[in-house]
């Protein structure tokens, strides 16, 4: 499973990167607003900035919701780097944009997907990644994971390309659920990646190995 970092501050995706197992970045409005990032320039300033930083897939998303509009901007981000994937809502114009960008050969990421059947739709317009936002299906009381498992099952069964790309990751025991599930790739907060580190047992035992090393 690859490892992406779901954010858009530097800070977080340059101490993730330094760990060593980093493959991409998402990001989304939320993200960039949160870091204060306004307008185009500043915007195309920014996703420079994170491929200069990562050599891997770069989710930015679109700000429009129609196709042409959709169209024009995706074109514009794709631009920016070969890295950067174009972000898409599940929503009609932008599976019909997906398939346009797909006949284009530009890369998209179908997000805002909470069910199986939307995962199909952006699988057959040909999107590179579908994303399942597990977190927030959890907080309406239902099973993001159950989600994966079903959708990593019909895109092995139809044998879809696209790949599932598990978000809104809320703690470290998403990442191992989603493994187990067979997602393609997680985007975590960094908070959830260096969750995955901690062990009390090993903190322990580390103490007692660095007491002992003293009488060596
Ligand atoms: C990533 O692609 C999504 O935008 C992100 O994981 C959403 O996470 P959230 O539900 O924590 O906002």
Known sequence: MKFFI??????????AHELGILDGVTTNPSLMAKEGI??????????KDICDLVDGDISAEVLSTDFATIIEEGKKLADIHPNIVVKVPMIKD???AIKWFTDNGIRTNCTLVFSAGQAILAAKAGAAYVSPFIGRIDDSGWDGVQLIEQIVQIFSIQGYKTEVLAASIRN???IIQCAAAGADICTCPLESILGLLKHPLTDIGLAKFLEDAKKM
């Open 6 to 15: 779901d954010t858009a501050n530097l800070a977080q995706i340059k101490e």
């Open 38 to 47: 306004r307008g185009e320039e500043a915007i195309t300033k920014h996703y």
């Open 94 to 96: 932008g599976i019909k």
């Open 172 to 174: 470290p025991n998403h």
